[in-house]
């Protein structure tokens, strides 16, 4: 059982663990398991690395972003050499079909647009660019268009969530309407959450996943 102040705390320290993060620069509320984080950070990758330094402590139910990205002088870039760098890092990057992926920049935004057959690759096209200098943030829009056209079989998703070791499968239930899955039920961490949605996205055919899983974990109310 955690009080509010508990998780706070928890929240906090798992922050302070990263020595990439200044705690200093990041504020914590938390109510009811639901966590905003608030404050400014130098770099996009930052940003990210506050939200994942925080996915598997017990107790988060869900994360509210509110942290600013304010580029020091240094990093900043103009929208067309954040292109140029955005292009490179995509075709070096073997996981990632560049061809079928489109970049645009916007006042630091980078946007990925095309389609790509796997979900994986659209992970690693995100990957591939969050670090970059003069990034502000990046928004994924590439879709997944399989080449497998059968209809997803909904025993695969099972058998799939199944063998994980963090996830109990008995609680989770799969729909398949044809090349979309809906996972529905409940799970303890946003981890296990997360790590749901990515078995599920494995699944030869797979165009979409709606992830409605929710997460119960027990703490006390401050």
């Given at each position: 059982?955690?009080?509010?102040?508990?998780?706070?705390?928890?929240?906090?320290?798992?922050?302070?663990?990263?020595?990439?993060?200044?705690?200093?620069?990041?504020?914590?509320?938390?109510?009811?398991?639901?966590?905003?984080?608030?404050?400014t950070?130098?770099?996009?990758?930052?940003?990210?690395?506050?939200?994942?330094?925080?996915?598997?402590?017990a107790?988060?139910?869900?994360?509210?972003?509110?942290?600013?990205?304010?580029?020091?002088s240094?990093?900043?870039?103009?929208?067309?050499?954040i292109?140029?760098?955005?292009?490179?890092?995509?075709?070096?990057?073997?996981?990632?079909?560049?061809?079928e992926?489109?970049?645009?920049?916007?006042n630091?935004?980078?946007?990925?647009?095309?389609?790509?057959?796997?979900n994986?690759?659209k992970?690693?096209?995100?990957?591939?660019?969050e670090?970059?200098?003069?990034?502000?943030?990046?928004?994924?829009?590439v879709?997944?268009?399989?080449?497998?056209?059968?209809?997803?079989?909904q025993?695969l998703?099972?058998?799939?969530?199944?063998?994980?070791?963090?996830?109990?499968?008995?609680?989770?239930?799969?729909?398949?309407?044809?090349?979309?899955?809906?996972?529905?039920?409940?799970?303890?961490?946003?981890?296990?959450?997360?790590?749901?949605?990515?078995?599920?996205?494995?699944?030869?055919?797979?165009?979409?996943v709606?992830?409605?899983?929710?997460?119960?974990?027990?703490?006390?109310?401050?």
């Amino acid at each position: 059982m955690k009080s509010n102040e508990t998780l706070q705390q928890d929240v906090e320290d798992a922050i302070k663990w990263e020595p990439s993060l200044h705690a200093a620069e990041i504020g914590v509320i938390v109510k009811d398991g639901v966590v905003t984080l608030t404050g400014t950070v130098d770099s996009y990758a930052k940003k990210l690395e506050v939200e994942h330094a925080i996915r598997n402590v017990a107790g988060v139910h869900a994360v509210v972003q509110k942290i600013d990205v304010k580029l020091s002088s240094s990093a900043i870039k103009t929208d067309e050499d954040i292109a140029s760098s955005a292009l490179s890092a995509l075709q070096n990057n073997w996981s990632v079909p560049d061809r079928e992926i489109r970049v645009k920049v916007e006042n630091g935004w980078l946007y990925l647009d095309g389609s790509v057959k796997w979900n994986y690759q659209k992970d690693a096209a995100e990957r591939a660019v969050e670090d970059l200098t003069g990034v502000k943030g990046v928004i994924n829009n590439v879709a997944i268009k399989s080449d497998v056209h059968d209809k997803v079989e909904q025993r695969l998703v099972e058998d799939a969530l199944k063998r994980h070791w963090s996830i109990n499968a008995d609680h989770i239930r799969v729909k398949v309407s044809g090349s979309n899955v809906t996972l529905t039920g409940t799970v303890g961490s946003l981890y296990q959450k997360r790590e749901a949605a990515r078995i599920a996205w494995k699944t030869p055919g797979v165009y979409t996943v709606d992830n409605k899983l929710e997460v119960e974990y027990d703490y006390a109310l401050a």
